[in-house]
T-cell receptor, first 114, second 113 residues
Framework: SQTIHQWPATLVQPVGSPLSLECTVE??????LYWYRQAAGRGLQLLFY??????ISSEVPQNLSASRPQDRQFILSSKKLLLSDSGFYLC?????????????FGPGTRLTVT | GNSVTQMEGPVTLSEEAFLTINCTYT??????LFWYVQYPGEGLQLLLK?????DKGSNKGFEATYRKETTSFHLEKGSVQVSDSAVYFC????????????FGKGTTLSVSS
């Protein structure tokens, strides 16, 4: 069976500090990978998605970036955090290809920027 | 473009009441439709799905029918429990490769005993 991991589970960082959140998927190959952010009391905002190693599509211009160094690894980064970066970050995967597949979500990372 | 609209919450019900959470969508072609549930402090879990018109998705007593004529995918449950308290998200996905899900804003359900 497939599993998706995210870490850390919670993070408190000062403004201006760097960020690295990691997501890994097990039990599948060539997945599509996604990063979402959920701000308090709001819906989900798609940040990045990837259909393969080194292939990243950005949905929202911001001070965040994403990388996919390995097939089942997806990293969300920032060089300098802003207060507005606080939120709940969710990684998700779906089967690759052109099918209308559902997405499966990780447990999330709660980021608080102080 | 594609979009999802779901009813504003919060929805507050007593245990064993009937639940309906409305969801309508705008999309080209024939998207797949999903309901996700998020319990406090957790990620999203897929609750049910439907991939073509007139399909009915069901799970854990929840049901939703893909209505092409009304572009709707309303979530229903005949008798809610306290443990159903959570945030519910309606979502759609088109057929293009790599297309991410498009989510509604979520509806908070609170069930009291």
């Amino acid at each position: 069976s497939q599993t998706i991991h995210q870490w850390p589970a919670t993070l408190v960082q000062p403004v201006g500090s760097p960020l690295s959140l990691e997501c890994t998927v097990e039990g599948t190959s060539n997945p599509n990978l996604y990063w979402y952010r959920q701000a308090a009391g709001r819906g989900l905002q798609l940040l990045f998605y990837s259909v393969g190693i080194g292939q990243i599509s950005s949905e929202v211009p911001q001070n965040l970036s994403a990388s996919r160094p390995q097939d089942r690894q997806f990293i969300l980064s920032s060089k300098k955090l802003l207060l507005s970066d606080s939120g709940f970050y969710l990684c998700a995967w779906s089967r690759g290809g052109t099918g209308k597949y559902e997405q499966y979500f990780g447990p999330g990372t709660r980021l608080t920027v102080t | 473009g594609n979009s999802v609209t779901q009813m504003e919450g919060p929805v507050t019900l007593s245990e064993e009441a009937f639940l309906t959470i409305n969801c309508t969508y705008t999309a080209t072609g024939y998207p797949s439709l999903f309901w996700y549930v998020q319990y406090p402090g957790e990620g999203l879990q897929l609750l049910l799905k439907a991939t073509k018109a007139d399909d009915k998705g069901s799970n854990k007593g929840f049901e939703a029918t893909y209505r092409k004529e009304t572009t709707s995918f309303h979530l229903e449950k005949g008798s809610v429990q306290v443990s159903d308290s959570a945030v519910y998200f309606c979502a759609l996905r088109g057929a293009q490769a790599g297309t991410a899900l498009i989510f509604g804003k979520g509806t908070t359900l609170s069930v009291s005993s």
